[in-house]
């Protein structure tokens, strides 16, 4: 009793560390760039509207900038966890079993065929990430979803959807200069309004994944075993399947195909406070967050003047890991 006490006042103690990780991703963030701008200098122009030129940074450029790479953080990597739990997989992440993929194409579709229809897009996203999550379950489903029959199924439809992506920019070369950034996943154009198009649903999915680390602890000992808890196993699976999709499709539909962090953010924070989805979902929103914002400031600052999508600085880090993890022996639990 006195142990599981002090195992969990130390997981809390982690996730306090993790929030505060995440406030000072934030305002680093929002005050680094090409114009650096001090923290005191951020918060006297937050809490007080002016006309100088550090205002429009940050109101018009910064703020829904770094808040949109928060949000794109939390949603990629609550997408990942559940797909991780799901699946009992260590492999299950959006971009690597082509949930993301699947999402970017319709997304890609909607872009280049009904640009005027620009609003659509998140549902579109959804539509794509969930048809992909299933046909990959489906693909990989016999007597169970095995490891290497997952990820095979999973390169296998990503590989379906990258070659329709490829086919409509092979047919409308025109227009693929204005989807190059959705491509590559990249925040150098985000808005206010991309913070309302994303807002919604992140805000939804986090508010449906804090009702559910329970059954997806128990759906985590095995189909036999959470049946006999009196979980209605497919049911439950497939409900966490439409959620993952739900937050894959809505991170697509504004940053665009952004790898890795559904697969890394999850691992990292399993480090740290363990399988429990109870102390496994918090701190993943938190370090989510400050991975993607911490990533896109790096992307900023690098090589002033010029930006680099953020796409390419997750790819740097999350190839290694991603074969880091394939060498693993160990089975994910």
């Known amino acids: 009793m006195i142990k599981a006490l002090k195992k969990s006042h130390s997981k809390g103690f982690i996730l306090v560390v993790f ?34 030129t550090d205002y429009q ?27 991780q739990g799901v699946m009992r997989n260590p492999l299950a992440g959006p971009n690597i079993i082509g949930v993301s993929s699947g999402g970017g194409f319709l997304g890609l579709v909607i872009l280049i065929l009904f640009p005027r229809h620009y609003y659509l897009l998140p549902v579109g996203a959804f539509i794509g ?3 992909a999550a299933l046909l990959v ?26 070659a329709g992506s490829n086919v409509i920019m092979t047919f409308f070369p025109a227009r693929v200069s204005g989807v190059i950034n959705f491509m590559v996943g990249g925040l150098s154009a985000i808005t206010w309004k991309d913070v309302g198009i994303i807002l919604p ?37 497939f409900i966490f399947i439409i959620i993952a999709s739900f937050l894959a499709g809505a991170a697509v539909s504004v940053v665009g195909l952004l790898s890795f962090v559904g697969l890394m953010v999850p691992h990292i924070s399993r480090l740290f406070v363990g399988s429990d989805h109870r102390y496994l979902f918090p701190s993943t929103i938190f370090l989510g967050g400050t991975v993607v914002m911490t990533c896109d400031t790096l992307a900023r600052i690098l090589f002033i003047p010029m930006e680099i999508p953020v796409g390419i ?18 089975r994910y639990q």
């Open 19 to 52: 929030i505060l990780l995440f406030i000072v991703s934030f305002f680093y963030s929002v005050g680094n760039g090409a114009v650096k701008i001090n923290l005191i200098d951020i918060i006297k122009i937050i809490l007080k509207r002016s006309d100088s």
């Open 57 to 83: 940074i940050i109101w018009n450029l910064r703020l829904p900038r770094t808040i949109v790479a928060a949000l794109v953080g939390i949603c990629l990597s609550l997408s990942g966890v559940i797909l």
């Open 201 to 237: 649903y992140a805000i939804s999915g986090v508010v449906l994944t804090v009702f559910l680390p329970n059954k997806l602890n128990i759906l985590m000992l095995g189909d036999e075993i959470a049946t006999g808890l009196g979980i209605s196993v497919e049911r439950t699976r």
């Open 129 to 131: 990430a969930l048809l």
């Open 137 to 162: 379950y489906a693909l990989a489903w016999k007597d169970g979803a095995f490891p290497t029959r997952l990820i095979l199924a999973g390169v296998a439809v990503s590989s379906l959807f990258s």
């Open 313 to 330: 600085i997750m790819a740097a880090l999350g190839a290694p890991f991603f074969l880091y993890l394939l060498r693993q022996k160990e």
